[in-house]
């Protein structure tokens, strides 16, 4: 039998996606989802189309915590945690048993709810 694979928590684990949704709204105002697009046009055809699409680069690169990395005499510094536990192993632990990576994503899951901005996560769901 193969070892199962266990997914790491942690600060780098960190990605996005970025779709476009191209949506019709009729007569009756009524939205209809035309198409969903995995790799949307950026590029602008207008003032209104360009100021949309900064704002929402501006608005995806602070949600995901972008900074740009501070070098230090020419070395960029990254520190990194170490994982104590994965997604199978968390449901069993404790608060006080979660190591420096659980609480850095924690904290960061905090502060990625804070920096929202005008967007709502959708996925996980509440429920």
Sequence with gaps: SRPSLA??????QTCFEIYGFDIL????????????NICPSLSSSSPLDKRIKTKMIAD???LVG???PYADEGNVTMSLCQKSHTVKTLSQCRLKDLGAAEWAT??????E??????????????S
């Design 7 to 12: 997914r790491p928590l942690g600060p780098a």
């Design 25 to 36: 709204v009729d007569a009756d105002l009524r939205p209809w989802l035309l198409e969903v």
């Design 60 to 62: 995806t690169l602070t």
């Design 66 to 68: 972008f900074q740009m």
């Design 106 to 111: 924690i904290l960061d899951a905090h502060d």
């Design 113 to 126: 709810f804070m920096r929202r901005g005008s967007m709502e996560r959708i996925y996980p769901t509440k």
